[in-house]
């Protein structure tokens, strides 16, 4: 059974930083493609930042050059680092996993970011 687990989010004042964590369980982490998503309130789910198995990374416009997503192998972990924090960066951020076997998404974790 895969699991995905979301941590690490929190109140940060505009132009601080936050690092989210997901661990997943119950699949080989490493050759698939890790995501991260996030629900404004009101707005519609957006893509944020992806890493691939070979480590290549594409992030969404809004917030390269701010955030990155790196992967730890070893402890089956994707992270979201989020630097100089905006308001519109609210909200709630989802790890996903497709596989063959399907499309994994985590629980959430909750970002607030206060101007």
């Known amino acids: 059974q895969v699991q995905l687990v979301e941590s690490g989010g929190g109140l940060v004042q505009a132009g601080g930083s936050l690092r989210l964590s997901c661990a997943a369980s119950?699949?080989?982490?490493?050759?698939?493609?890790m995501h991260w998503h996030r629900q404004a309130p009101g707005k519609q789910r957006e893509l944020v930042a992806t890493?691939?198995?070979?480590?290549?990374?594409n992030y969404a416009d809004s917030v390269k050059g701010r955030f990155t997503i790196p992967r730890d192998n070893a402890k089956n972990t994707v992270h979201l680092q989020m630097n100089s924090l905006e308001p519109e960066d609210t909200g709630v951020y989802y790890c996903?996993?497709?596989?063959?076997?399907?499309?994994?998404w985590g629980q959430g974790t909750q970002v607030t970011v206060s101007s």
């Open positions: 996903r996993i497709v596989t063959v076997g399907g499309d994994y």
């Open positions: 119950g699949i080989i982490f490493y050759i698939a493609p």
């Open positions: 890493i691939t198995s070979s480590d290549s990374t």
